[in-house]
């Protein structure tokens, strides 16, 4: 609704409370319609959105904090120590692989035991945490505004993104279709909206892709895609 008032105070002589009063659901969703359709999209600034994310890797959040158009509060390893048994992220390429996955899980653990034995011997935690993987889970709340939120998804739910923040990212786009549909139906990864940007980068699925968005039913979390991509510079 404001996206729309905002968008409406641009042509209109009158004043905003009168603006208010005349407005109706169907009149504003028929000029959100028209701003998507035209790509007036600096009136989006004005719907903004918060998403609190746990259990992702400190290797995505740090992905995530590069989207500058953006506030966030995340869980301070300063100030909140880490358990001796921390929690961590482990990568599916990780766990199909046994004999990798012990492996993996014992270094983590030996980092925890390690974390724990400094800050036991008086170390401050902001230092303590230099031993810590980007595999250990954090906490973090976002907020981005709905023109921002497209762009991001337009990166991170492309099939090129990494897939922790992919998955976050596609997540995210789910709860943000169900909060504002108008806003948010044709968002996605570049190659929805029209050409892949990727160039000889492209994934190779694009009709797979499009198809996946197509369907996506307010039922599922992610868009209904096998999570493998297939070698990157393969087009379809
Ligand atoms: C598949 C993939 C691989 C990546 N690989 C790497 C990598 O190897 N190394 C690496 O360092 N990063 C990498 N990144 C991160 C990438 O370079 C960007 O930092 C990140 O995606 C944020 O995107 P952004 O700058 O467009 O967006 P945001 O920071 O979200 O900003 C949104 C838009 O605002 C405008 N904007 C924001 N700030 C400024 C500014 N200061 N001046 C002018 N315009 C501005 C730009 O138009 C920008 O696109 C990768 C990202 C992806 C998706």
Redesign the pocket.
């Known amino acids: 609704m404001t996206v729309a008032l905002a968008s409406r105070l641009c042509y209109s002589p009158v004043g905003i409370s009168e603006l208010e009063e005349r407005w109706t659901p169907a009149k504003a969703g028929r000029l959100i319609d028209k701003i998507m359709k035209l790509g007036h999209y600096s009136v989006l600034e004005h719907a903004v959105f918060t998403f609190g994310i746990e259990g992702i890797s400190r290797a995505t959040s740090h992905?995530l904090v590069?989207?500058?158009?953006?506030s966030y509060s995340q869980q301070s390893q300063r100030y909140v120590k880490a358990d001796e048994e921390f929690e961590y992220v482990v990568p599916p390429s990780v766990a199909r692989k046994r004999r990798l996955e012990k492996r993996f899980t014992e270094h983590v653990e030996e980092v925890g035991r390690l974390y724990r034995e400094l800050v036991d011997a008086g170390l401050p935690p902001e230092d303590a945490r230099f031993v810590l993987p980007n595999a250990a889970a954090t906490k973090i709340i976002v907020t981005m505004n709905a023109r921002?939120l497209r762009?991001?998804f337009g990166?991170?739910c492309?099939q090129?993104?990494?897939w922790e923040i992919r998955g976050m990212a596609e997540m995210m786009l789910g709860l943000a279709r169900a909060a504002a549909p108008r806003l948010f139906s044709r968002a996605g990864p570049g190659c929805v909206g029209g050409r892949c940007p990727e160039g000889e980068l492209a994934c190779g699925r694009i009709k797979e892709v499009r198809k996946a968005y197509r369907d996506w039913s307010s039922q599922e979390r992610r868009p209904p895609l096998a999570d493998e991509p297939k070698e990157p510079g393969k087009k379809t």
């Open positions: 992905q590069r989207h500058r158009l953006a921002e762009h991001f990166l991170r492309c090129r993104a990494q």
